[in-house]
């Protein structure tokens, strides 16, 4: 486990032409999946992109770039924080000066002293801010990447400020032991202990395991747009993603023993595993923000039933169909559905969904025309339960005294933009096995999470009971430097 504090840097020295400035960014957090970036109320960054789209088809029908731009390779360029291949990339200790620079100066003088003085490249600027640089930019000319620049500053500016009196493992025990009210934002890192995958790692995570699917990117898996469109293909991986196992890891008995001891404001999962539930979290102490696989719901008739239900359908990789509209589609027959008997002229029983494959022609057709069964997570293209934003906006934002971030590399919004949404003064603890390059926390716990949480409350005088916490568990604590 490492423990990173702040970092500090001199300034970088460059020279000064003029640029305009837009307005200051909205402290708001809309509605739906799209996050406000720009100053214009009117205009969020999503817009941006969206009128950047239509300069690279353009650029594309002269014969520059690789064609039109999905929104999704969009919010990958900003949010996936992979090394760039591009050479002549910022290093993590230029990308540091670079940031610290806006900060002190702005961004209009920033922007004279950088870019419009010749200083450096648009390019290159970019990649100070930790993004991948998209492909569909190569060969382009510079004055491509300024839209992409521009959204990178204003989300630079928009991160909190790290409280500097927040440094050690100590103070984030000191932290968890005074707080009453604390939001604990979770990803599938506190589930890989547990054999279940994450998103994004480079070899194990399941994007890494779509390759096969032949898409232009492996989140096209959860696009609802395709999915409507083929449903096949999410169901020719569905079983990769189904939840195995009803256990919970010691980091999701951490967060029960934090409701315990009265200390748990909300749980915001991002996770669709629904292991919260099993661990004991309380109904209302959780937010499950993606959804989850306990119930499904049909496309066309809205007929929700319990996520077991379909289970077998997506273990098989074969798409789920509703029984509700296959019955109403018999019903709807001309003299109804009519019973077939067999040699001793007993009425068969209604057959279940697994014997569908063995029915007559008829009856399959039955099954092709109902609609499609969807689990109940949310598909990027699908806004957020209107839960999670009054949880938050309504109710939590007042209330937080301390925030923790555990196993999420905050890179999917509008979940990710939580920290920047709640009030600055509020302390934030991140535990990872990763630096989380584009938050600003006040202490990060770097390493494995079942770990991290096990000496936090070790320290704490806690007692965390879990058969896979090791009773003569020792921790090497590494003190490092931190980034801002």
């Not at 670079?98 to 390019?123: D, Q, S």
């Not at 000496?455 to 007692?463: P, V, Y």
Request: aromatic letters at 6%; glycine letters at 6%; a negative charge.
């Amino acid at each position: 486990m490492s423990v990173r504090p702040r970092l500090q840097k001199p300034p970088i020295q460059v020279e000064v032409i003029e640029i305009d400035e837009s307005e200051e960014e909205e402290d708001l957090l809309p509605e739906g999946n799209e996050i406000l970036e720009d100053g214009d109320e009117s205009e969020s960054d999503d817009d941006n992109l969206s009128i950047y789209e239509d300069a690279l088809t353009a650029m594309d029908n002269q014969g520059h770039g690789d064609g039109m731009l999905s929104r999704l390779s969009w919010f990958n360029a900003l949010t996936d924080l992979a090394a760039n291949s591009f050479q002549d990339a910022c290093t993590p200790e230029e990308g540091l000066v670079y940031r610290k620079r806006l900060r002190k100066i702005g961004k209009v003088y920033f922007l004279e002293e950088t870019v419009l003085a010749k200083a450096i490249t648009a390019k290159k600027l970019c990649t100070a801010f930790g993004i991948r640089l998209p492909e569909f930019l190569d060969g382009a000319p510079d004055e491509s990447y300024y839209p992409l620049l521009g959204i990178c500053i204003n989300r630079e500016l928009r991160k909190r400020e790290k409280i500097p009196h927040y440094n050690s493992v100590d103070d984030a025990v000191s932290l968890l032991k005074k707080s009453k009210n604390i939001i604990v934002l979770t990803g599938a890192g506190i589930s890989t202990s547990l054999g279940i995958p994450d998103f994004r790692s480079k070899e194990t995570g399941l994007y890494s395991k779509l390759q096969h699917l032949g898409l232009s990117d492996p989140q096209e898996v959860f696009d609802i747009n395709l999915f409507q469109e083929d449903p096949q293909v999410f169901y020719s991986v569905a079983k990769d993603i189904l939840p195995s196992t009803n256990k919970y890891s010691p980091t999701h008995a951490f967060i029960r023993l934090l409701q315990e001891k009265g200390k748990l404001l909300t749980n915001f999962t991002q996770n669709i595993d629904n292991l919260e539930g099993h661990a004991g979290i309380r109904p209302e102490k959780l937010i499950q923000c993606h959804g989850s696989f306990a119930t499904a719901s049909c496309l066309e008739c809205k007929y929700k039933v319990k996520g077991e239900e379909i289970f077998k359908d997506m273990k098989a990789g074969r798409v789920a169909r509703c029984d509700q509209c296959i019955r109403n589609i018999r019903q709807s027959r001309p003299g109804g559905l009519k019973r077939k008997r067999n040699s001793s002229g007993i009425s068969r029983s209604k057959r279940k969904r697994e014997n569908y494959e063995d029915s007559t022609d008829s009856e399959d057709y039955d099954v092709a025309a109902a609609g499609v069964m969807k689990p109940d997570i949310t598909f990027f293209g699908e806004g957020l339960p209107q839960t999670f934003h009054d949880r938050l906006t309504k109710h939590d934002r007042s209330l937080v005294d301390l925030v923790l971030i555990i196993g999420t590399s905050l890179k999917v919004a509008p979940v990710s933009e939580i920290p920047a949404f709640l009030p600055p003064n509020i302390p934030q603890l991140y535990i990872s096995r990763e630096h989380c390059r584009h938050e600003n926390f006040d202490v990060e716990l770097l390493g494995d999470c079942d770990v991290v949480v096990a000496e936090l409350c070790r320290r704490a005088g806690w007692n965390l009971k879990h058969e896979m916490i090791p009773l003569d568990q020792k921790i090497g604590v590494e003190l490092r430097e931190g980034e801002t």
